[in-house]
């Protein structure tokens, strides 16, 4: 699972993908256009459009907190293909 489950301080906020643009004017938010792309391109394209967020790439059957991190993206991929897998959620800040 390289690639997959680093480790990352959240920053907590209350707000998740187009509410959350307020933090960032004239950054992207929200990337429904990269669901299904490859988890390692999305990451890539993602920390380029916003350098605020890192991407966290996570198997499907990983449970995560409910926190919402303002600077992190989750994308989640098929079990057993992190990180190259497709992204299967449509990645949005929080």
Not at 8 to 26: K, T
Not at 41 to 65: C, G, R
Request: proline share 11%; charged share 15%.
């Amino acid at each position: 699972m390289s690639g997959c489950l680093p480790r990352l301080v959240c920053e907590g906020c209350d707000c998740a993908g187009i509410s959350c643009q307020y933090r960032f004017p004239g950054l992207k938010v929200v990337w429904p256009e990269l669901e299904g792309v490859s988890g390692a391109e999305a990451k890539k394209i993602i920390e380029h459009d916003n350098p605020h967020v890192t991407v966290v790439i996570i198997p499907a059957n990983v449970a995560v907190p409910l926190v919402n991190c303002c600077n992190r993206v989750l994308l989640r991929v098929p079990i057993g293909k992190c990180p190259n897998g497709p992204v299967l959620n449509s990645p949005e800040v929080g």
